[in-house]
T-cell receptor
Framework: DAGITQSPRHKVTETGTPVTLRCHQT?????MYWYRQDPGHGLRLIHY???????DKGEVSDGYSVSRSKTEDFLLTLESATSSQTSVYFC????????????FGEGSRLTVL | KNEVEQSPQNLTAQEGEFITINCSYS?????LHWLQQHPGGGIVSLFM???GKKKHGRLIATINIQEKHSSLHITASHPRDSAVYIC???????????FGTGTSLTVIP
């Protein structure tokens, strides 16, 4: 198993509160991704990182910010959670190789009331 | 517009049947991935392909780059194969992946 840990695994929060999800890897992989998974949609990219302090937006980045101050940690922050951000969030990692395989965390289920 | 289309969306099979799931994509790719997700579970990578065919046990994945199409086959299906199978492609113009919406497979004993 790739060493990826997401925390928290489950969270219920109220509209307007800040939320931070953490993705921690022990593989020293270069690329890290945050996706959300919703019924009827494929996994959709929120943000990704290609190195420490190097991040870029994905297709559904509005309302989310990220930070990567260390290779092993990629944080996803919802500054002010909304009900539309209720989802399952997956972190994924990939080595910096041309044909590097993609590994996923176990997912974090977030409910915004 | 969906860069990756999978078919069928849902599939029910009897144990022992041969199963095929299809994936078509519209972008240039450097690799295609087949993923498996059990209900309530995490996502596991089954295959990564850039050409030809790969086999792991009862699972076989093929890709036709010219036709922009891939298939995942399961031989002698078993109830434990029940899961959602997701096709994903890595764009050859960047580091992003595009995902299909998944095929939900149920294998009945």
């Amino acid at each position: 198993d790739a060493g990826i840990t997401q925390s928290p695994r489950h969270k219920v929060t109220e509209t307007g509160t800040p939320v931070t999800l953490r993705c921690h890897q022990t593989e020293n992989h270069r690329y890290m991704y945050w996706y959300r998974q919703d019924p009827g949609h494929g996994l959709r990219l929120i943000h990704y990182s290609y190195g420490v302090k190097d991040t870029d937006k994905g297709e559904v980045s509005d309302g989310y910010s990220v930070s990567r101050s260390k290779t092993e940690d990629f944080l996803l922050t919802l500054e002010s959670a909304t009900s539309s951000q209720t989802s399952v969030y997956f972190c994924a990692i990939r080595p910096g190789l041309e044909f590097g395989e993609l590994f996923f965390g176990e997912g974090s289920r977030l409910t915004v009331l | 517009k969906n860069e990756v289309e999978q078919s069928p969306q849902n599939l029910t099979a009897q144990e022992g049947e041969f199963i095929t799931i299809n994936c078509s994509y519209s972008v240039g790719i450097s690799a295609l991935h087949w993923l498996q997700q059990h209900p309530g579970g995490g996502i596991v990578s089954l295959f990564m392909l850039s050409s030809g065919k790969k086999k792991h046990g009862r699972l076989i994945a093929t890709i036709n780059i010219q036709e922009k199409h891939s298939s995942l086959h399961i031989t002698a299906s078993h109830p434990r194969d029940s899961a959602v199978y997701i096709c994903a492609v890595r764009s050859n113009t960047g580091n992003q992946f595009y995902f299909g919406t998944g095929t939900s497979l149920t294998v009945i004993p």
